[in-house]
């Protein structure tokens, strides 16, 4: 059974850093894909990061700032945030995809990032 378990989560200031975690079980080789995602309040949720294969892409407000990893041994995927704005602030999810003839998505739960002075 698929699970994805985030954490990491909190408050900073503008500028600070929060570094993300995501749990994957079985294995994170389940997967073809595996990234982040955040929801806004009053925002519909929006893609931030993923990992596919060897390349790493990123949406163009967090590119230079968020950087996207994983440890495979681990089972583990990461998104280190830096340079936080007050933009920044959501709900985080990871997000993984598995192919069986078409895409199905996992979410995690969530975890809260909020940049405030």
């Known amino acids: 059974q698929v699970q994805l378990v985030e954490s990491g989560g909190g408050l900073v200031q503008p500028g600070g850093s929060l570094r993300l975690s995501c749990a994957a079980s079985p294995s994170i080789f389940s997967f073809f894909s595996i990234g982040w995602y955040r929801q806004a309040p009053g925002k519909q949720r929006e893609w931030v990061a993923a990992?596919?294969?060897?390349?790493?892409d990123y949406e163009d407000s967090v590119k230079g700032r968020f950087t996207i990893s994983r440890d495979n041994a681990k089972n583990s995927v990461y998104l280190q945030m830096n340079n936080l704005r007050t933009e920044d602030t959501a709900v985080y999810y990871c997000?993984?995809?598995?192919?069986?003839?078409?895409?199905?998505?996992?979410w995690g739960q969530g975890t809260q990032g909020t940049v405030s002075s």
């Open positions: 997000n993984a995809q598995t192919w069986t003839g078409s895409v199905q998505d996992f």
């Open positions: 990992i596919h294969d060897s390349s790493r």
